[in-house]
Nanobody, 124 residues
């Protein structure tokens, strides 16, 4: 299963970016899709997820600023990031899994499939 993440770049603090994650149609409709990020020297951390295509879950640090959504026609999940802060600087990864339960949604090891990552840099 290949996930294609894109949309990263350099943005000033307070700005916005939208990340995209394209997935094969056969998994997109049924899998939980998540976004994680990893800053230099830090562990990979949960950002947001779309649980089995319906419920959304966010990390407290991004709640109210980031929005996860999906476009079924394009088999793509988006992460709209607004009011970006320098602390949001990281490589962002999309992930997917078919069988994780809601209590595991924030756990990176619970996801079987990963995209290649896209770098987001927020300057102050």
């Amino acid at each position: 299963v290949q996930l294609q993440a894109s949309g990263g770049g350099l943005v000033q603090a307070g700005g916005s970016l939208r990340l995209s994650c394209a997935a094969p149609g056969r998994i997109f409709s049924r899998y939980t899709m998540g976004w994680f990020r990893q800053a230099p020297g830090m562990e990979r951390e949960f950002v947001a997820a779309l649980f089995r295509g319906s419920s959304t879950v966010y990390a407290e640090s991004v709640k109210g600023r980031f929005t996860i959504s999906r476009d079924s026609a394009k088999n793509t999940v988006y992460l709209q990031m607004n009011s970006l802060k320098p602390d949001d600087t990281a490589v962002y990864y999309c992930a997917a899994d078919s069988s994780l339960i809601l209590s595991s949604i924030r756990s990176a090891p619970a996801y079987d499939y990963w995209g290649q990552g896209t770098l987001v840099t927020v300057s102050s």
